[in-house]
């Protein structure tokens, strides 16, 4: 069961109540949240809606459904890092940082690796280290970008041409 943190308008609460039945995840709409949410590492502020930290994949494709029906946008948000403000919005931001950091599957052989949107870029980097490989972008942030913020905002770091 999910919980529900809220102290929006009514309309926002009500649309929040309604995500917050269908998912496992956090749904928060209170003032503080929101503001906390609204920035980035840029200049840039927007505030959302509301915020999703979400527990499972299947969450995300609830709240992904939930906002096509609402009319809302989706604003995957990672570890904040950009400074162009990628991962502001006004609509539903959806936070995977705090759940969703597994890395699921290293293929040596073939050179992949799947891993689910909150993991850390260091964390991945480390990884595939132990097997005599490279995660080719380096962002300056690595310590806390996150794999899903970085293919959202398409980032590679200084160093990405060089490692691939």
Not at 89 to 115: F, M, P, T, Y
Not at 123 to 143: C, Y
């Amino acid at each position: 069961m999910s919980r529900l943190a809220t102290h929006a308008p009514a309309q926002t609460h009500k649309l929040a109540e309604k995500l917050a039945k269908s998912v496992q995840g956090d749904v928060r709409t209170d003032d503080l949240t929101r503001q906390m949410y609204s920035i980035d590492a840029s200049i840039c502020q927007m505030v959302p809606i509301g915020v999703l930290v979400p527990k499972s994949v299947d969450d995300i494709r609830t709240a992904i459904a939930f906002c096509r029906e609402e009319g809302l946008s989706v604003v995957p948000r990672g570890g904040a890092t950009g400074t162009a403000g990628g991962c502001l919005g006004e609509g539903l931001v959806i936070d995977c940082s705090r759940h969703l950091r597994q890395i699921v599957e290293i293929n040596v052989e073939e050179k992949w690796a799947i891993v689910e949107p909150g993991v850390v870029q260091d964390h991945l980097t480390a990884a595939v280290a132990k097997h005599g490989l490279r995660f080719g972008p380096d962002t300056s942030t690595g310590n806390r970008a996150t794999i899903g913020g970085m293919v959202g905002n398409n980032s590679s770091g200084a160093h990405s041409m060089r490692y691939g």
